[in-house]
């Protein structure tokens, strides 16, 4: 199976991520509270763009 088939997997990897830098900051204290915040939404963001980007659908009928 490619990763075209993995989109919902890879997305709840990269929450998982997310959410593992949020504790990392706020109750490991390796990182000032608004580092935190920045980090923990970059990994959200670049890394749900990364996913669509790479987990393109494939083309239907009429692409």
Same mark, same amino acid.
């Given at each position: 199976?490619?990763?075209? &088939?993995?989109?919902?997997?890879? =997305?709840? *990897?990269?929450?998982?991520?997310? /959410?593992? /830098?949020? *504790?990392?900051?706020? /109750?490991?204290?390796?990182? $000032? %509270?608004?580092? $935190?915040?920045? @980090? $923990?939404?970059?990994? @959200?963001?670049?890394? =749900?763009?990364?996913?669509?980007?790479? $987990?393109? %659908? %494939?083309?239907? %009928? &009429?692409?």
């Amino acid at each position: 199976m490619s990763l075209k &088939h993995k989109r919902k997997e890879l =997305t709840g *990897l990269v929450g998982a991520i997310g /959410v593992v /830098v949020a *504790l990392a900051g706020f /109750v490991g204290g390796y990182m $000032t %509270p608004a580092a $935190t915040i920045v @980090w $923990t939404f970059g990994v @959200w963001v670049v890394g =749900t763009m990364l996913v669509r980007v790479f $987990t393109d %659908p %494939p083309d239907g %009928p &009429h692409g």
